[in-house]
């Protein structure tokens, strides 16, 4: 069983930035594929990006050009670096773990961004 702490998200204005950071509690953190979805009221979790545990990004369309995703093996730490923040980019964000079988499939409780003027 793999636990997070999800840190960073808060009340920013339209315009701003975030860095969302999720520490894993796992010795195994480089095997997994991480990822940060979301989820907005009243709509289904989306995918906002992963990374490979080699390295290799995958970033929603929605997103591409204002988010980041980044990780830091040595720290067991996942990132998600939010620029131009839009009020449609307000949800609960959550935190993802997957192995390379995709038989363990571990989910952070979530951390609520909220873009308002």
């Known amino acids: 069983q793999v636990q997070f702490v999800e840190s960073g998200g808060g009340l920013v204005q339209p315009g701003g930035s975030l860095r969302l950071s999720c520490a894993a509690s796992?010795?195994?953190?480089?095997?997994?594929?991480m990822g940060w979805y979301r989820q907005a009221p009243g709509k289904q979790r989306e995918l906002v990006a992963d990374i490979t545990t080699g390295g290799s990004t995958n970033i929603a369309d929605s997103v591409k050009g204002r988010f980041t995703i980044s990780r830091d093996n040595a720290k067991n730490t996942v990132y998600l670096q939010m620029n131009s923040l839009e009020p449609e980019d307000t949800a609960v964000y959550y935190c993802n773990a997957k192995s390379l079988s995709g038989i363990l499939n571990y989910w952070g409780k979530g951390t609520l961004v909220t873009v308002s003027p």
């Open positions: 796992t010795s195994s953190f480089s095997i997994y594929a």
